[in-house]
């Protein structure tokens, strides 16, 4: 590993790689800072293109001075060594961040999305494409505050692009439709990368999955955006409205510009914006033609009328016998299929379609099942925490919506407790009045209590909390353990070694251990040694409070 670069930076460790250059943690001597250092791996710095794409993206992230996009410190190259400093960044990326905690609050999304896009609104101001807008090049501070970074493939609207053999570049989770087609790319692209990170961002995943980075841009162009409200009905359907405008497919239905979408995650939470109507795309798909040396040739779907021929006389007949055999035999098939239960009909033999329950009520869930004639015998409602669905209402049911099962078939019903009960920090309160609060609140603890003596301290004061933290969050119902260290009164034996020890040390002694001391001196004595105490040595004494003392005679 580099262990100085520029005779400056000090690399102190390895904090991720990428596919061109490698990242250092590092101090700068100089201004007595940490940063980070991206460095150019020493073989791509021969090929000219990939250094092209390095100084680009020092060119690209330097032009811009934005609080939540990374800043470029110092650009340079030293003995072939060709680096970028930039500012480091404690945290996490957001693509961890969504690993961990799943689909996010709508609110906390809206404003993570509100500095993602003022940044891009910047850029596209400066006249510089992201190309590359995704969780994995967005770091969050422990502030909340996300910075953009990795300007590696970003271009300026009037630069030449940089691809090997046609082949398309960025991350194809979020690749615009346009840019699997090789399309010059404009700033749309970047707004369609945000409006696939705002849908993982409310549902904790991306729209889009496949084996190949192919077949996933395949099916951002054939397959319609999926509704982020029918993973969470609680989100408001404006917001859902900036992703599917975001994504559209065809860029005359997408934002033009980042600063409109911008305007509308500013207001999308007003009350005259909420409760719009869903946005309905005139083309949510587009149909593929080809894929030629990696680039998709696609075109709108619409509908086209099927070419008429006139047949003669005999095609006739011989078509005629055919059907007529063919319908003989998909009878016997479906009759067949209908007995075994291959093929199921709604409302015949038993089979009924499950309706769409996630979002309701629970009565309203039974409602439903019961009209949808299903026997509530068999369905069984169960609660969960849930920090994205409103308490009271469905979460998930076992049963998909829409499939043709039998009406005696059992189905679980998941129904949302709310967020539950949020722990607090109990520790220097009162443990008789932290637990008539939370009996109060009806929460339901396994309180474990561990006493301690504490000196200057009144007994039944919570001292520690462990085994639940502040800010967990847990369901009220399930009597989960925490331990409390609770204060009470010191108790110790008396020490029989204080008899002949100065008497200011073993005043010192018994203070440490939380005793008040009074001393006194007896009679005609000349020493300042311990004599005998009050109550004797060897006894068990306990400092209740400040009018009980021990006695010290020298």
Partial sequence: MIDIVAKRYKIKAVIGQGGMADVYLAFDQILNREVAIKVLRDKLAEDPVTLVRFQREASAASKLSHPNVVDIYDVGESEGCHYIVMEYVRGRTLKQLISQRGALDYHEAIGIMHQLTSAIVTAHAHHIIHRDIKPQNVLVKDDGTVKITDFGI????????????????????????????????????????????????????????????????????????????????????????????????????????????????????????????????????????????????????????????????????????????????????????????????SGFLGYETMPEIVGMTEQEARDALTQAHFSLENVRFENALSDTVEQGRVIRASEKEGSVILSDSPIDVVVSKGLGFLVQDYTGLELASVQQELAAQNVHLDVQIEYQGEPNTNPGVILKQSLLEPGDRIDPDANVPIHFVVSQYPTITIPSTLIGMDVEEAKDYLNSQGIAVLTRKVSGSTLNKVTSTSPPAGSEYTQEGTDSVVTLYY
């Fill in 154 to 345: 970003a271009i300026a609207n009037d630069a030449v692009q940089l691809t090997y053999y046609n082949t398309v570049m960025g991350s194809a989770h979020y690749l615009a439709p346009e840019t699997a087609q090789g399309k010059e790319p404009n700033g749309q692209i970047d707004i369609y990368s945000l409006g696939i990170v705002f849908y993982e961002l409310l549902t904790g995943d991306v729209p889009f999955r496949g084996s190949t980075p192919t077949e996933i841009a395949i099916k951002h162009l054939r397959e319609p955006m999926p509704y982020p409200r029918l993973f969470n009905p609680s989100i408001p359907q404006s917001v859902e409205n900036i992703v599917l405008k975001a994504t559209a497919k065809d860029v005359e239905e997408r934002y033009e510009r980042a600063d409109e979408m911008l305007y509308d995650l500013e207001h999308c939470l007003e009350t005259a914006y909420r409760n719009m109507p869903r946005l309905v795309l005139k083309h949510p798909t587009m149909d593929i033609i080809e894929v030629e040396d990696g680039h998709v040739k696609v075109q709108k779907k619409a509908a086209r009328k099927p070419e008429v021929r006139k047949k003669k006389r005999h095609e006739w007949i011989t078509v005629g016998m055919w059907t007529a055999g063919l319908a003989i035999v998909c009878v016997l098939a479906v009759a067949i299929g209908t007995v075994t239960g291959a093929i199921r009909f």
